[in-house]
């Protein structure tokens, strides 16, 4: 594949890359990456049309390796990965037309006291970097559709967040709170938390644009679990549902589940409180895309495992019993689980599994290993995932686009 970049009446083009360590001189005139060194100000040209800076590696934090504010004056897209970001950047007011600003998993943190006067910003990813604050005057970003706190260590994040009307992506880290701003942010396509207050449990109904949610809990009271399955009512646009808990306040597990997915959900992960049995909207004329399943199910029949094989694209299936006897099935060769690759089994035994693993699917029985990951979604999922996210914040750094009013939102 080639690609072609043109710039200042001038166009650039060059094939496509093996590996990012054999990325020694990229764009001299659109982006300037750094790695592991920096050149001294003597060897730097003064690139008048920079667009796009990549920061990765750098374990030198040697002399002379500051960015000079002259010299970003025209970036648009900042891509830092396992970089000491603090020695490399100048000041944040000095970015004037910045629209993408990712530093994920900083060896230090970052100063965002300028942050209020990135007024072209459309995403902020702080992933894995420690943040202390945000500023009030986030506010002022009125264009930013992506905010991504995961692993910053943030307690809360100012209310001036639900002044962010074009907001449609936000994850936040899993001890940042959601305060009751989080209903004035109508736009929100992609939600992905783990603490709250009661109160603000109720406003989730009132984001009728979400298309996944993801919610991590590590102990929830039973009215508000209550509160949410009403609160997802309102989200007939929800195509990804995650919610784990580790321990439910009150009676220990649900009496009943009175919510029905819409039809068009791939994805639905309902883990730690144990629903009460099978739903029955699992059936394929109810979910027919239906691709990855995590329940925890309080009661259980064989009969069930034939309903979930009927599922016409079930690729991923975890399923966790509590119950104090071993449910034994037997797969019918053939007719079910036409799709499936990955199940995971607690409180289930499958008599013939090699029959599975004629079909290419991975067998494992969660209570006869030591797996305590069941309330992370992402760890649940293929290992091959694992690797696709690693070469995904690769190209990251190598190719963040300038043009960031496309932004692709199930691509986080």
Same mark, same amino acid.
């Given at each position: 594949?080639?690609?072609?970049?043109?710039?200042?009446?001038?166009?650039?083009?060059?094939?496509?890359?093996?590996?990012?360590?054999?990325?020694?001189?990229?764009?001299?005139?659109?982006?300037?990456?750094?790695?592991?060194?920096?050149?001294?100000?003597?060897?730097?040209?003064?690139?008048?049309?920079?667009?796009?800076?990549?920061?990765?590696?750098?374990?030198?934090?040697?002399?002379?390796?500051?960015?000079?504010?002259?010299?970003?004056?025209?970036? @648009?897209?900042?891509?830092?990965?396992?970089?000491?970001?603090?020695?490399?950047?100048?000041?944040?007011?000095?970015?004037?037309?910045?629209?993408?600003?990712?530093?994920?998993?900083?060896?230090?943190?970052?100063?965002?006291?300028?942050?209020?006067?990135?007024?072209?910003?459309?995403?902020?990813?702080?992933?894995?970097?420690?943040?202390?604050?945000?500023?009030?005057?986030?506010?002022?970003?009125?264009?930013?559709?992506?905010?991504?706190?995961?692993?910053?260590?943030?307690?809360?994040?100012?209310?001036?967040?639900?002044?962010?009307?074009?907001?449609?992506?936000?994850?936040?880290?899993?001890?940042?709170?959601?305060?009751?701003?989080?209903?004035?942010?109508?736009?929100?396509?992609?939600?992905?938390?783990?603490?709250? @207050?009661?109160?603000?449990?109720?406003?989730?109904?009132?984001?009728?644009?979400?298309?996944?949610?993801?919610?991590?809990?590590?102990?929830?009271?039973?009215?508000?679990?209550?509160?949410?399955?009403?609160?997802?009512?309102?989200?007939?646009?929800?195509?990804?549902?995650? #919610?784990?808990?580790?321990?439910?306040?009150?009676?220990?597990?649900?009496?009943? #589940?009175?919510?029905?997915?819409?039809?068009?959900? @791939?994805?639905?992960?309902?883990?730690?409180?144990?629903?009460?049995?099978?739903?029955?909207?699992?059936?394929?004329?109810?979910?027919?895309?239906?691709?990855?399943?995590?329940?925890?199910?309080?009661?259980?029949?064989?009969?069930?495992?034939?309903?979930?094989?009927?599922?016409?694209?079930?690729?991923?299936?975890?399923?966790?019993?509590?119950?104090?006897?071993?449910?034994?099935?037997?797969?019918?060769?053939?007719?079910?689980?036409?799709?499936?690759?990955?199940?995971?089994?607690?409180?289930?035994?499958?008599?013939?599994?090699?029959?599975?693993?004629?079909?290419?699917?991975?067998?494992?029985?969660?209570?006869?290993?030591?797996?305590?990951?069941?309330?992370?979604?992402?760890?649940?999922?293929?290992?091959?995932?694992?690797?696709?996210?690693?070469?995904?914040?690769?190209?990251?750094?190598?190719?963040?686009?300038?043009?960031?009013?496309?932004?692709?939102?199930?691509?986080?």
């Amino acid at each position: 594949m080639v690609v072609c970049i043109a710039a200042v009446s001038m166009t650039w083009c060059w094939t496509s890359y093996a590996s990012w360590q054999q990325k020694k001189t990229l764009q001299k005139n659109l982006e300037r990456v750094h790695q592991e060194h920096w050149s001294s100000p003597s060897q730097r040209s003064s690139a008048a049309c920079v667009r796009r800076l990549a920061l990765h590696g750098g374990s030198n934090q040697g002399q002379n390796s500051n960015l000079q504010p002259a010299e970003v004056a025209h970036v @648009r897209s900042i891509n830092a990965f396992l970089s000491p970001i603090i020695s490399m950047m100048p000041p944040l007011s000095s970015f004037q037309v910045l629209r993408v600003l990712s530093l994920k998993k900083g060896r230090q943190g970052c100063e965002f006291r300028h942050l209020g006067k990135l007024l072209q910003l459309r995403h902020l990813g702080l992933s894995g970097t420690p943040v202390d604050e945000l500023p009030r005057d986030i506010r002022n970003l009125v264009h930013l559709q992506s905010l991504d706190v995961d692993g910053t260590g943030l307690k809360e994040l100012p209310p001036t967040v639900g002044e962010l009307s074009n907001l449609m992506y936000l994850h936040l880290d899993l001890g940042t709170e959601v305060l009751p701003w989080l209903g004035k942010l109508t736009s929100l396509q992609v939600l992905k938390f783990g603490r709250y @207050r009661s109160s603000t449990v109720a406003e989730l109904g009132k984001l009728t644009e979400l298309r996944i949610l993801w919610i991590t809990f590590q102990e929830v009271e039973e009215r508000d679990v209550k509160a949410l399955v009403e609160s997802l009512h309102h989200l007939q646009k929800i195509e990804d549902f995650n #919610f784990g808990a580790r321990k439910l306040m009150g009676l220990g597990s649900l009496a009943t #589940f009175a919510w029905e997915p819409p039809r068009q959900i @791939r994805e639905f992960g309902w883990n730690g409180i144990s629903l009460p049995r099978l739903p029955v909207w699992l059936n394929p004329k109810r979910v027919p895309h239906l691709s990855y399943l995590n329940l925890s199910l309080k009661t259980f029949e064989a009969l069930d495992m034939d309903i979930l094989g009927s599922l016409p694209e079930l690729r991923t299936l975890l399923l966790s019993l509590d119950m104090e006897s071993i449910v034994s099935w037997t797969f019918p060769d053939g007719r079910l689980f036409l799709n499936l690759k990955i199940m995971r089994l607690e409180g289930i035994r499958v008599e013939n599994v090699h029959l599975l693993e004629l079909k290419n699917v991975r067998v494992s029985h969660a209570d006869m290993e030591e797996i305590d990951d069941h309330d992370d979604h992402v760890k649940e999922t293929l290992a091959m995932d694992q690797e696709l996210q690693k070469q995904e914040e690769e190209k990251d750094v190598l190719a963040a686009g300038d043009d960031v009013t496309k932004l692709s939102l199930g691509g986080y």
